[in-house]
T-cell receptor
Framework: DAGVTQSPTHLIKTRGQQVTLRCSPKSGHDTVSWYQQALGQGPQFIFQYYEEEERQRGNFPDRFSGHQFPNYSSELNVNALLLGDSALYLC???????????FGSGTRLTVV | KNEVEQSPQNLTAQEGEFITINCSYSVGISALHWLQQHPGGGIVSLFMLSSGKKKHGRLIATINIQEKHSSLHITASHPRDSAVYICAAWGTSGSRLTFGEGTQLTVNP
């Protein structure tokens, strides 16, 4: 049974570019949450998707957007990249009640 | 003040020592997670608990809801336990995790 799968694992982008990160949830999970983890800090909540809609959002600008597909997979899009967007982006899936919260291995984004 | 605070930030131990990491939270929670993150990023969920105590191998997690405090204990520590340990609160008002800053544990042989 595959867990949460994220792609790509590493990515280097130039300031001002746009990036799309992808997440496939664990089988049986329908809720996907995205987190940003800067070096040496705990993860910060970006947003959560359930039933193809954004249900909750953390304190992130509109440059950060997402999408959830009918198969529950999700994308995180970041526009107009800044150097400060360099971080590990983690995806986590769960049931709607939070049961079985499972993290992916993350995508390491470097903005140069 | 962060809603979830951990101590210590850094911890160095000798192999075999008993280790305790503490977590305090200021928000109402329905559950608290203990997570382990190795270099490279991947996060593994160790425990999710809402009351009492859970044990898995050499790991023990306890929570005191009244005092809003949880502890993670590692018995007979081993160098492979070296990682960042993070506590995260699952709030009653929503369905997202609020994370502590993490504790960097290094166990020397």
């Amino acid at each position: 049974d595959a867990g949460v799968t994220q792609s790509p694992t590493h990515l280097i982008k130039t300031r001002g570019q746009q990036v799309t990160l992808r997440c496939s949830p664990k089988s049986g999970h329908d809720t996907v949450s995205w987190y940003q983890q800067a070096l040496g800090q705990g993860p910060q909540f970006i947003f959560q998707y359930y039933e193809e809609e954004e249900r909750q959002r953390g304190n992130f600008p509109d440059r950060f957007s997402g999408h959830q597909f009918p198969n529950y997979s999700s994308e995180l899009n970041v526009n107009a990249l800044l150097l400060g967007d360099s971080a590990l982006y983690l995806c986590a899936s769960s049931s709607r009640t939070g049961y079985g919260y499972t993290f992916g291995s993350g995508t390491r984004l470097t903005v140069v | 003040k962060n809603e979830v605070e951990q101590s210590p930030q850094n911890l160095t131990a000798q192999e075999g020592e008993f280790i305790t990491i503490n977590c305090s939270y200021s928000v109402g929670i329905s559950a608290l997670h203990w997570l382990q993150q190795h270099p490279g990023g991947g996060i593994v969920s160790l425990f999710m608990l809402s009351s009492g105590k859970k044990k898995h191998g050499r790991l023990i997690a306890t929570i005191n809801i009244q005092e809003k405090h949880s502890s993670l204990h590692i018995t007979a520590s081993h160098p492979r336990d070296s990682a960042v340990y993070i506590c995260a609160a699952w709030g009653t008002s929503g369905s997202r995790l609020t994370f502590g800053e993490g504790t960097q544990l290094t166990v020397n042989p």
